[in-house]
């Protein structure tokens, strides 16, 4: 089920500022209670094709423990992207629920 929405999780988690890969894997599965607990395989990679298609930048920051570690932060398409991901994902939530409720016909 995660097909499909990895990039918008990995945004969101970076909504509320910059962050280190492990921070990011920690964040998804402490905010979805455990349901994503994502390995770095998963993770890096997208983290590399959101930030090629200019939807997060990253910097290189050595913290006072010495290990160096990339930092990626939303830019300002990031944040457009995400905003649109949250309207396309709400508009298709509700019509899946709609569908397995049996309910009335969701407007096209």
């Known amino acids: 089920m995660l097909k499909g ?4 999780i990995v945004l969101a988690a970076l909504e509320g500022g910059p962050a280190h890969g492990y921070a990011i894997i920690e964040a998804i599965k402490r905010r979805s209670g455990s349901t994503f607990d994502l390995p770095e395989g998963t993770v890096y990679p997208a983290l590399h094709r959101l930030e090629q298609a200019g939807l997060l930048a990253s910097t290189w920051m050595t913290p006072p423990s010495g290990r ?3 930092v990626y932060s939303l830019t300002r398409s990031g944040t457009a992207a995400l905003a649109d991901r949250r309207r396309a994902w709400s508009r298709f939530s509700q019509a899946v629920e709609t569908l397995l409720k049996g309910g009335h016909t969701w407007p096209a």
Request: proline share 0%; charged share 55%; glycine share 0%.
């Open 5 to 8: 929405h990895l990039d918008a």
């Open 68 to 70: 160096k570690r990339r």
